[in-house]
């Protein structure tokens, strides 16, 4: 047997191993486990600083893309290394065909890459799509981890055996018929492997967040409570947890006297707050309607962090949802009577795509505080960071105030003519958790300032709707600018020193043309 032939035997049965162990994670992945295609993406993400992150975003077309692009190069580099150590593995063979131990396979192909695996990926192992506790979800991860490289390896192994049947002994026939038809076999089970891991893959991309991630909520539906349906969504994950309350829990640790674990039941036995919180995502831009408000039902994080008694030295609190994603709020922000643990919105309990069953609610933060599927706490000095700190965001979190005009539409048209009445503007404002007091707007580009009238406030944590009605007396294109006064009289600004990656600060503006 020629090497060519025999390094051409293990790069089959290593390609076809490969696509084993690949359906191997996408069935894990289906029931809620932890698997390299996701989470190798929530590991280098953190190493993307801003600047590079948003640019590639924008390259491949946004961030369900940038997503696609995670996993689908995860499987493709899988497979890649599987053809190519199936070929290493058929060259050893070949070398010294006797080797073929499985004390020796196990080590390269199972223990090694289960070692290397755990070292690599250790911060984010701890995920579970059920929402199991972060230690439990990472042995799980790395049994189903385990369980896939042994699904590789014994394929790799049995379908090379299956190749080289006789061959590397006998020596004398070269490429047969036989080797052929047993090559026709294995491929077609890798075809047969390969149907199902698409038929498991189309599952998962139903059940993924590409349908809702970057919802904004804008324009002429804005109302005082955004029903939970059209409330804007931002995620990380490329399929989000459905967590099973049976099997979560919230655990409080950390730099506290007391650590702590808490059921689902547990938590609803203190007494629950309601209370109307905006949130806006850092990334939203000046027009954009990555902004939603809503009733948040929950209690306190204070009346958890006060049983823990938390020590002299702790500064920070960082919250870990179920997916890996962590962020941190000052301690002083956690023992703020507003900051909640949410279980209900507006009503019902949380959606699963808003946190279910228990999420962070850090009025006046960005969106990134308000962490989802909550599942620890854990109390820390002042240097840790969390997922988009890491990746550099910030370094303020705190929102600045912020409005926008939703109706008219920015380039509308209107004739002076067919006009019956004034023209209504509307839209919202928001001053993070210092409330709104004045709103005004200009039609001249920011020349002179006109007050509009606030119709509806939903107190201090949250937006205030305005409205005016506008009659303009002559034709021509008329700039509209909005900017609010928060609730402690500081007028809305552009903040040149604000750092990039900090939210941006400014004025929305829109362009509307009025003919005769
Ligand atoms: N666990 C977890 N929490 C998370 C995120 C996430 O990906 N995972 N995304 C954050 C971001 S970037 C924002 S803007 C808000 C969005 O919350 P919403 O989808 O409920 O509007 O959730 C934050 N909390
Ligand atoms: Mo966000």
């Not at 189903?144 to 790799?156: I, N, T």
């Not at 049947?165 to 047969?192: N, Y």
Request: glycine letters at 10%.
């Amino acid at each position: 047997m020629s090497r060519t032939k025999v390094i051409a035997a293990g790069l089959l049965a290593g390609f076809i191993a490969a696509i084993a162990m690949t359906v191997m994670m996408l069935l894990l992945a289906y029931f809620g486990v932890a698997t390299p295609l996701v989470i190798i993406g929530d590991r280098l993400s953190v190493f993307i600083p801003p600047g590079p992150f948003l640019s590639l975003m924008g390259k491949v077309g946004g961030y369900n893309h940038l997503k696609q692009l995670g996993v689908g190069s995860t499987i493709a580099g899988q497979l890649l290394v599987g053809g190519i150590g199936g070929a290493i593995f058929g060259l050893l063979m070949w070398r010294n065909p006797t080797e073929s131990s499985t004390i020796w396979t196990m080590s390269i192909f199972v223990i090694l890459p289960i070692v290397a695996f755990a070292v690599a990926l250790w911060p984010v192992l701890g995920a579970s799509y059920i929402g199991l506790p972060i230690d439990a979800a990472r042995l799980v991860t790395l049994v189903g981890f385990a369980f896939c490289v042994f699904v590789f390896e014994r394929m790799l192994v049995g379908g090379f055996q299956f190749l080289m049947r006789q061959k590397i002994a006998s020596e004398d026939r070269e490429f047969t018929p036989a080797i052929a038809r047993r090559a026709f076999v294995l491929a077609a089970i890798g075809v047969a492997l390969a149907g199902g891991g698409v038929a498991l893959a189309r599952k998962l991309y139903r059940a993924a967040t590409f349908s809702y991630d970057g919802t904004q909520y804008k324009g002429r539906i804005v109302q005082p409570i955004t029903p939970n349906d059209l409330f804007y969504c931002v995620t990380k994950n490329v399929v989000d947890p459905h967590v099973n309350a049976d099997l979560w829990h919230l655990e409080v640790l950390g730099l506290v006297q007391n650590r702590a674990e808490w059921r689902f039941q547990d938590l609803k036995g203190f007494p629950p707050v309601e209370q109307e919180t905006t949130l806006m995502c850092i990334s939203n831009g000046l027009d954009a309607g990555l902004i939603s408000n809503a009733i948040w039902k929950g209690i306190p994080l204070r009346d958890l962090l006060d049983q823990a008694a938390p020590l002299s030295n702790a500064a920070r609190v960082r919250l870990y949802g179920v997916d890996n994603y962590t962020d941190t709020i000052p301690l002083e922000k956690a023992m703020d009577p507003t900051t909640l643990l949410a279980y209900e919105m507006n009503g019902v309990s949380l959606p699963h795509r808003h946190g279910y069953p228990l999420r962070a609610i850090v009025p006046g933060y960005f969106g990134e505080k308000h962490v989802k599927w909550l599942t620890r706490i854990e109390l820390t000095t002042a240097d840790a960071k969390g997922f988009y700190e890491t990746q550099g965001w910030g370094p303020a979190f705190m929102t600045p105030t912020r409005s926008r005009i939703d109706v008219p539409d920015h380039e509308s048209w209107f004739s002076l003519n067919k006009l019956n009445g004034a023209i209504e503007v509307k839209g919202m404002a928001y001053g993070g958790d210092r409330g709104i007091s004045r709103v005004e707007l200009s039609f001249d580009d920011g020349k002179s300032w006109l007050d509009a009238e606030i119709y509806y406030t939903g107190g201090d944590l949250a937006w205030s709707l305005w409205k005016t009605a506008w009659m303009p007396d002559a034709a021509g294109d008329y700039i509209l600018v909005v900017r609010a006064t928060d609730g402690e009289g500081d007028v809305q600004e552009w903040e040149e020193d604000r750092g990039w990656f900090s939210g941006v600060t400014g004025f929305h503006k829109i362009g509307v043309h009025l003919t005769v």
